[in-house]
Structures are given as structure tokens and as C-alpha cells.
């Protein structure tokens, strides 16, 4: 298993920024499908994007051109800029992995690895 640690939540205005960072505690460089989930108050939570081993990225048509999904280059630590926030932005945010056997989505990462999540208030 690996353990998730999401970090750099809090309370921002609108239309500011944050970037959330995900610590691993594997080198998930090539081997892992990872991702970023958000739930809202009263709402399910969902993919809000994706990042494959070969660094490849898929974006929940919403956010798209508002977030970027990246991994720094030891392969520890995940990352989600999110630039532009919104309201609706309030969430709690959680970053998952599962290790890559030919497929990375949404799905597959259900049962994976997640951390706690971390907290973004939008106001």
C-alpha cells in the first residue's frame, strides 16, 4: 500500500490561487496511476484529474484550463495548481494512486490508495 498525505488547503478569496501537494511514501514515478478527487458539501466525490506513468493528464471538463496536475521528478510527491477559484470550489480534496497495470482513470483508482484529503474554502 501506498501512504497519501495532501497538504496545502485552506481558505482563499476568489479568484486566488492554491497548489495542493500530495506526499507519497513510494517512488511512484512509472508504476502509478494517481489522481485528484474533490467532494463539496452535499455533493459525491469525483475525478477532477488524472495522471498516468507515461504523463499523460485528463481534466474534468469543468476545471479545465484552471487546474494542472504534475509530479515532481523524484516521483514523491504529487501536485494540483489550482488558479481562478471559485465558491464552488469549496471541497475537501484528496489525492489517490494505484499502481499501473495498462489502465489510469477514475474508476480505477476507486480502489486504490487515498489519503485524508485536505480543505479548500473559497469565499
Known amino acids: 500500500d501506498v501512504q497519501l498525505v495532501e497538504s496545502g488547503g485552506g481558505s482563499v478569496q476568489t479568484g486566488g490561487s492554491l497548489k495542493l501537494s500530495c506526499a507519497a511514501s513510494v517512488d511512484t514515478t512509472s508504476d502509478y496511476c494517481m489522481g485528484w478527487f474533490r467532494q463539496g458539501p452535499g455533493k459525491e466525490r469525483v475525478a477532477i484529474a488524472l495522471l498516468d506513468p507515461a504523463g499523460g493528464t485528463w481534466y474534468t471538463s469543468s476545471l479545465e484550463g484552471r487546474i494542472i496536475i504534475s509530479k515532481d521528478s523524484a516521483g514523491n510527491t504529487l501536485y494540483l495548481q489550482m488558479n481562478s477559484l471559485k465558491p464552488d470550489d469549496t471541497a475537501a480534496y484528496y489525492c489517490?494512486?494505484?499502481?499501473?497495470?495498462?489502465?489510469?482513470?477514475?474508476?480505477?483508482?476507486?480502489?486504490?490508495?487515498w489519503g485524508r484529503g485536505t480543505q479548500v474554502t473559497v469565499s
Open positions: 489517490a494512486a494505484r499502481s499501473w497495470h495498462g489502465v489510469c482513470n477514475s474508476d480505477y483508482l476507486l480502489t486504490g490508495d
